[in-house]
């Protein structure tokens, strides 16, 4: 089972084993009861018993004809790997006429890349086509998560009962989900970015700190990237940090740790961030507000919400850098999610120094060249970093 089930072509040689290895691999090991077991096997018409040719006496393969190979799986309950690829196909097909009330052309995007990826057949994380009933799971929960507005702050278990689930279910479906959010957003995305506050969110950064408790103080200066709970930091009375300014980085696994190495001169705290964790208000809560604040994130229209978002939750001016839209032919058109952001945007009196790149992409019609991997590695050994500075603010 284990040798076929990721076969989703039809087998043309039928399934051999040692027998000797396979009573071995199974713990049969007295003569008694590989005794026994040789007579069982000799009893089942539906495998085939080969003995050794110079000793007739003693079995050498044990062989699943093709045609037994259906049989065996219904005695395990199991099945060959293209009646599950047939199944992971049929629920993405089930989900993709389903209307995403909130954002069709994501959801649209999501299940024909499933289904292109199911087709080959690969994983396509988390969801994999050899757990269709799990592809099923995964998907009525992502559509539950994203087809409502949830409101800011929304503690997980009380959105875990609202949508009929026991409290800590979705707490215990917490990475599947943010993978599955990610897949479908393209980018890092915590619950915290549709509305709904964990408690176990971490704060990843590089730089300079000195969390201030209320018996003693701890200073840490860790190179490149080190961690923090969100138990640590509500345990701080404040934090403070030699650092010069706070840069938060949307993307963690790239342009992040390629500034932490960047810089030298350790005189920029920087932060990780997509759509703010509750660790990540905590660290801008408990920072001085003099301490100039930047943000360099991707350009796209969910890139320039995660900034607003920023400016929603913290006293000082945050101030996007490296930022810009870029025109490119090979653009992704905007969606309707994305034009409704932009509205959001350009509506919103705290993003009004950013009207001239948000118009300049909502008249091209495209995300443009919006990725900050893009700007490739940094140019500079300091701050900031490239030679060129954006700086909207």
Avoid at 12 to 22: A, C, T
Avoid at 242 to 258: G, I, P
Avoid at 293 to 302: K, L, N
Wanted: neutral net charge.
């Amino acid at each position: 089972m284990t040798a076929r089930k990721r076969r989703v072509t039809a087998s043309v040689q039928p399934f051999r084993r040692d027998w000797e290895q396979l009573l071995e691999d199974a713990g049969i090991r007295s003569a008694e009861d590989q005794q026994a077991a040789l007579r069982e096997a000799q009893q089942l018409a539906k495998f085939q018993l080969i003995p050794r040719k110079r000793n007739p006496r003693f079995i050498d393969k044990i062989i699943v004809p093709l045609e037994s190979e259906a049989w065996l799986h219904k005695q395990f309950g199991t099945q060959p790997g293209a009646a599950s690829q047939q199944q992971a196909l049929d629920v993405v097909h089930a989900w993709s006429a389903k209307e995403h009330p909130l954002m069709p052309e994501a959801w649209a995007s999501l299940c024909q890349r499933l289904e292109a990826a199911f087709n080959i057949p690969r994983a396509l994380e988390p969801f994999r086509w050899l757990e269709p009933v799990r592809v099923n799971e995964l998907l009525a929960l992502l559509f539950q998560i994203t087809s409502r507005e949830w409101p800011t702050g929304t503690l997980i278990r009380d959105a875990s009962t609202h949508l009929g689930y026991d409290s800590k279910h979705l707490e215990s479906q917490q990475s599947f989900l943010e993978r599955a959010l990610e897949t479908l957003f393209g980018r890092e995305t915590p619950l915290e970015a549709v509305g709904i506050q964990t408690t176990n969110s971490t704060l990843h950064y590089c730089g300079p700190l000195v969390l201030h408790f209320a018996d003693h103080s701890k200073p840490l200066d860790l190179r490149y990237e080190s961690t923090l709970s969100v138990a640590e930091l509500e345990q701080t009375t404040h934090i403070s940090t030699s650092a010069q300014r706070l840069l938060t980085v949307e993307n963690r696994k790239t342009t992040f740790l390629q500034l932490a190495h960047a810089d030298t001169q350790r005189s920029t705290l920087i932060v990780t961030t997509s759509f703010p964790t509750q660790a990540v208000k905590l660290l801008l809560q408990k920072l001085p507000p003099s301490l100039s604040h930047y943000h360099f994130g991707d350009t796209d229209p969910s890139g320039w919400d995660i900034l607003r978002t920023l400016r929603e939750m913290t006293r000082a001016p945050v101030h996007p850098i490296h930022m810009k839209w870029r025109p490119s032919a090979q653009s992704t058109p905007l969606t309707l999610r994305d034009l409704r952001i932009i509205d959001r945007l350009l509506a919103d009196p705290r993003m009004t120094d950013c009207l001239a790149t948000l118009q300049a992409m909502q008249n091209s019609g495209t995300k443009g060249d919006f990725e900050q991997e893009s700007l490739g590695r940094p140019s500079l050994a300091e701050w900031p970093f490239y030679a060129i500075t954006m700086v909207e603010a």
